[in-house]
């Protein structure tokens, strides 16, 4: 259910038809509205004397929800923007806030570790490393593949197929590629 205000007219109304000498289900029944929220408002009316919205508690946000899911927008579209580009950004929309404010905003809003994508470190030396290692083993064992592939790239791959009954792995349905940077050399 969602919850919101009431208009102040309509806690006047209330206010209103409860001095007339209704009572709280009556009110309800006939404004349509639920008994409680009746009850909440006669109770705040007799307390402070009015009906209109009292200021809340607590330190305003510098950045209206307007802003902040801007905010939040233009950093999933750019993930890796440092959060300097990100104030930049804010102050060009006319709202000049911390670096660490805006880090709170994104870990709020579910955005965690913004960093720069890693590369790999690819040196001549390791690129010819890498290289002989794979043409010193395209020739071998169907399950050395793995560990080749494995070796060469920094992943776990692990290949087995869940079909067979046997529990038996079927190396001819997988491929893997061994390549070094964008040229592919063999396929296992």
């Known amino acids: 259910m969602v919850r919101k205000e ?32 009746v009850k909440t408002v006669i109770i705040k ?19 209206d929800d307007k ?39 994104l870990h709020m809003s579910g955005l965690w570790g913004r960093v720069a994508r890693r590369k790999p470190y690819l040196s001549k030396k390791n690129i010819q490393a890498q290289l002989n290692f794979a ?14 592939a494995a070796s060469c790239f920094g992943l776990f791959f692990f290949s087995w197929n869940w079909g067979l009954s046997q529990g038996g792995r079927n190396y001819e349905q997988f491929q893997i590629p061994v390549s070094v940077g964008t040229k592919p050399l063999a396929f296992c």
């Open 45 to 63: 009316w007799r307390k402070h004397g009015t009906t209109v919205t009292l200021p809340r508690t607590g330190r305003p946000s510098k950045i």
């Open 135 to 148: 043409k010193r083993h395209l020739k071998s064992h169907k399950c050395m593949c793995t560990v080749v």
């Open 67 to 105: 802003t902040r899911r801007k905010l939040v927008r233009e950093a999933a579209k750019r993930p890796t923007a440092t959060l300097k580009e990100l104030q930049e950004f804010l102050a060009s929309t006319s709202c000049a806030v911390h670096v660490t404010t805006i880090s709170h905003l």
């Open 6 to 37: 009431l208009p102040e007219h309509q806690r006047d109304l209330i206010i209103q038809t409860y001095q007339s000498g209704e009572g709280y289900k009556r009110i309800s029944k006939s404004l349509n509205i639920p008994w409680n929220t």
